[in-house]
C-alpha cells in the first residue's frame, strides 16, 4: 500500500539557519508528491509539487524541494529560516490513475529567534 | 467569501447523536475532497466527489459516515450515532478541475467535532 513518512514530528531551527523537513514514500512507481502548510488556525495551503517535470521544484515563500527517485524521498528546504515559517508542514502523495491524496503525519517546524 | 467555508466550526455531541457537517467550496470547482484529521496525525482520506457524483467513499471508517453533494457544489457530511472514536477534525478541500488532475487543493479550515 502506498505510504507516507515524515521523519520527525517536531523540528527546531533558529532563524536564518537552513530548514530540512524529511519526507519518503513508498510506490512501485514514481507518484505524483506534494507539500503543504498549516498555519495556526487555518486551512492547509500548497507549498509546492512535483508532477513528473523538473525534479527540483520551486515553492512560494522560497520552498524548494528535490524528488529524489533512488532514494524514494521528496526532501522540503529552504535556506534560510524566518520566524513566519514556523507551522505544520505535511508531505502528501497521489499515484496517477486515483483521487486519493494520502498525507503524512505532518512535522511541525519551530523557529527560534 | 473566497475561500472553502465549513460549518460549524465546533460541535459538540454526546455519544449517540448525529452530527451533519457543511462544506462550501470555492465557486465553480468541481473536486471535493473530505478529510478527517485526528490529534497529531495528519488528514486521512474519507470520499471524494466530482460534480454530484461520489466517486471514492473507499474511507469512509463505517456506515455510520455518509455524504452527499446534491448540486455538485454544497456538501455535507453527516455522522450517525456518533461514538467517541469520531472526534477529530473534519477538513474539506475542492479543487477547480475534475477528474484525475493534480490541480491545487483549497482546503477549508475544518470542523472540530468532539463526541463526550
Known amino acids: 500500500a502506498q505510504s507516507v513518512t515524515q521523519l520527525g514530528s517536531h523540528v527546531s531551527v533558529s532563524e536564518g539557519a537552513l530548514v530540512l523537513l524529511r519526507c519518503n514514500y513508498s510506490?512501485?512507481?514514481?507518484?505524483?508528491l506534494f507539500w503543504y502548510v498549516q498555519y495556526p488556525n487555518q486551512g492547509l495551503q500548497l507549498l509546492l509539487k512535483y508532477t513528473s517535470a523538473a525534479t527540483l521544484v520551486k515553492g512560494i515563500n522560497g520552498f524548494e524541494a528535490e524528488f529524489k527517485k533512488s532514494e524514494t524521498s521528496f526532501h522540503l528546504t529552504k535556506p534560510s529560516a524566518h520566524m513566519s515559517d514556523a507551522a505544520e508542514y505535511f508531505c502528501?502523495?497521489?499515484?496517477?490513475?486515483?483521487?486519493?491524496?494520502?498525507f503524512g503525519t505532518g512535522t511541525r517546524l519551530k523557529v527560534l529567534a | 467569501g473566497a475561500g472553502v467555508s465549513q460549518s460549524p466550526r465546533y460541535k459538540v455531541a454526546k455519544r449517540g447523536q448525529d452530527v451533519a457537517l457543511r462544506c462550501d467550496p470555492i465557486?465553480?470547482?468541481?473536486?471535493l475532497f473530505w478529510y478527517q484529521q485526528a490529534l497529531g496525525q495528519g488528514p486521512e482520506f474519507l470520499t471524494y466527489?466530482?460534480?454530484?457524483?461520489?466517486?471514492?467513499k473507499s474511507g469512509l471508517p463505517s456506515d455510520r459516515f455518509f455524504a452527499e453533494r446534491p448540486e455538485g457544489s454544497v456538501s455535507t457530511l453527516k455522522i450517525q450515532r456518533t461514538q467517541q472514536e469520531d472526534s477529530a477534525v473534519y477538513l474539506c478541500?475542492?479543487?477547480?478541475?475534475?477528474?484525475?488532475?493534480?490541480?491545487?487543493?483549497?482546503f477549508g479550515e475544518g470542523s472540530r467535532l468532539t463526541v463526550l
Open positions: 465557486s465553480g470547482h468541481v473536486s
Open positions: 466527489f466530482q460534480n454530484e457524483a461520489q466517486l471514492d
Open positions: 502528501a502523495v497521489r499515484n496517477s490513475g486515483t483521487y486519493k491524496y494520502i
Open positions: 510506490s512501485s512507481v514514481p507518484p505524483y
Open positions: 478541500a475542492s479543487s477547480l478541475e475534475g477528474g484525475l488532475n493534480t490541480g491545487e487543493l483549497f
